[in-house]
C-alpha cells in the first residue's frame, strides 16, 4: 500500500517559525530549492516539502524552473511569490542618507546619496527622505512597493519601531519612526540600527557555511551586528553588539557620549580620530579627513589609525573567543584603510585562542557601503511576508 503524502490544508495552523524561516531564506537569496531550505534548516525534507507547499497554496512561494543536481532529478526552484515586488531603503548619515531599491534576493539598484539634515530633527528631516522615496517607488511602479527599510545610526528598540537614547540623534529619542512612516506609504516598514542592518546585508551574500558571524561597523561611531545560527541575533533587550562601550584600559577617564568614562568609542571611533589629531595639530573636521589623512600615509594619522584598530582588536578578540564565529566582517569608512584593517587582524590572531582562529575569515565587507541598505530593505522585505503569511492565518499582528 502506497503511503499518501500529507494533505495540504486551506489554511496554514498558525503561523509556524519554520514558515518564516522558509520566506527570510527565499528572501535573502541564500536558499532557492528544498533542499537547500532543508539543510540550512535542519528540518526533514517531508517537513519543508509541506510548508513550502502550505506557502504556495497563499501564493507567497512559487516555482520557477529547475536546477541540475549532482547525481540526481533537477530541483526545482523556488522564488518569491509575486517576486516583482520591491522596497525601498535608506541608511541615515549625520547628514546625508543613502537610498536605493532592493529587490527579493538582495538586488540593488538606483542608488544615490542625498542631503540628510539628521541633526534637525524627525519632523524636520523625514518628510524629504519620504519625498525621495516616493520619487524611487514610483519610478518601479508603486503599485509593487511591499515595504520600507530604514537603517539608522543609534540604538533602536525593533518591537515598537523606536530610536532610543541616540548619542548623534538630537530629538530623535522615542520618536515613532516605523508608525510615521508606515501612515505615509501604508506598507510594512522596518526599521534597525546601521551594523545589524549592515550584518543582515553582508550574511546574505556570504557562503552558506558562515553561519555564524561578527559584523562591525567602524565609521564616525563604532558598532558591531551578530549573525547566530544564520539569523540575526539582538538580545534579550536589542543591545547585543554594543562593543562601543566595553571599557579599555587605553581610554583612561576620557568621558564619553554614554556618560561614562574610558569606552572604546572615545579611542577608537573616528569621532575620537578627529579629536586626537586636532589635538596633534592637524586640520580635520571629519572622519572623511582622518581617511584622506591616513591614505596620503600622514605619518600621525597613520599612527592614530593603526592604534584605533588595535584597540578595537583587542575588545573584539574577547567577543570572538566567547562567540567562536566563522567570520568577521569590517565595514564603514574606517575599513577602507589598510593600516586599520591590519592592525585589527593582528590583534584577533594574537589575542584569540588558535583553536577560534583556526579557520577564522576576517574581511572586508564584500558589500561595503552597500551593507547597510541591502539589509534594512531585505528587513523590509521579510516584514512584508511576514505580513502576509500572518494575514493569510488569520492571525494579525499589531
Known amino acids: 500500500m502506497t503511503e499518501k503524502s500529507p494533505p495540504r490544508r486551506k489554511h496554514l495552523v498558525g503561523v509556524t517559525s519554520l514558515a518564516e524561516r522558509v520566506l527570510e531564506l527565499l528572501a535573502s537569496g541564500q536558499a532557492t530549492t528544498r533542499t537547500e531550505l532543508a539543510g540550512l534548516l535542519g528540518a526533514a525534507p517531508s517537513t519543508i516539502s509541506f510548508t513550502v507547499g502550505q506557502l504556495m497554496d ?8 529547475t536546477v541540475s543536481s549532482a547525481g540526481g532529478r533537477p530541483r526545482k526552484v523556488l522564488r518569491l511569490g509575486g517576486s516583482d515586488g520591491f522596497a525601498v531603503a535608506a541608511e541615515l548619515g549625520g547628514k546625508h542618507a543613502h537610498v536605493g531599491v532592493v529587490l527579493p534576493g538582495g538586488g540593488l539598484t538606483d542608488v544615490s546619496t542625498v542631503p540628510f539634515p539628521t541633526a534637525d530633527g524627525p519632523e524636520a528631516a523625514l518628510p524629504g527622505l519620504v519625498e525621495t522615496l516616493s520619487s524611487l517607488a514610483e519610478r518601479h511602479g508603486r503599485g509593487l512597493l511591499r515595504g520600507v527599510g530604514l537603517c539608522l545610526p543609534g ?33 510594512p516598514v522596518a526599521i534597525e540600527n546601521d551594523a545589524n542592518c549592515m550584518a543582515v546585508g553582508e550574511h546574505s551574500v556570504r557562503p ?15 558598532g558591531a551586528g551578530v549573525i547566530a545560527d544564520g539569523r540575526l541575533y539582538r538580545g534579550g533587550t ?35 580620530l578627529v579629536r586626537i589629531l586636532r589635538e596633534r595639530g592637524r586640520e580635520v573636521t571629519s572622519t572623511e579627513d582622518v581617511v584622506r589623512l591616513a591614505s596620503d600615509a600622514d605619518p600621525e594619522a597613520t599612527r592614530a589609525v593603526r592604534l584605533a584598530g588595535r584597540y578595537l582588536g583587542q575588545v573584539l578578540a574577547a567577543n570572538v573567543n566567547f562567540f567562536n564565529p566563522d567570520a568577521v566582517y569590517l565595514g564603514g569608512i574606517l575599513s577602507t584603510l589598510e593600516p586599520f584593517v591590519a592592525a585589527v587582524r593582528s590583534q584577533l590572531y594574537e589575542g584569540c585562542h588558535p583553536l577560534v582562529t583556526e579557520h577564522l575569515v576576517i574581511e572586508r565587507a564584500v558589500l561595503g557601503a552597500d551593507a547597510g541598505l541591502a539589509g534594512a530593505g531585505q528587513m523590509a522585505l521579510q516584514r512584508a511576508l511576514a505580513h502576509a503569511l500572518h494575514t493569510a492565518t488569520g492571525n494579525h499582528r499589531p
Open 238 to 272: 536589542g543591545g547585543a553588539g554594543e562593543i562601543t562601550h566595553v571599557r579599555v584600559e587605553a581610554a583612561h577617564d576620557i568621558p564619553c557620549s554614554c556618560g561614562n568614562t574610558g569606552c572604546l568609542e572615545t579611542v577608537a571611533s573616528g569621532a575620537a
Open 155 to 187: 540604538p533602536v528598540d525593533v518591537e515598537p519601531g523606536l530610536v532610543t537614547l541616540p548619542a548623534r540623534m538630537p530629538g530623535w529619542n522615542r520618536f515613532p519612526v516605523r508608525d510615521w512612516l508606515e501612515e505615509r506609504f501604508a506598507v
Open 208 to 222: 552558506s557555511s558562515h553561519r555564524q558571524s561578527i559584523m562591525v561597523k567602524a565609521g564616525s561611531g563604532i
Open 58 to 65: 497563499h501564493g507567497l512561494v512559487a516555482e520557477e524552473g
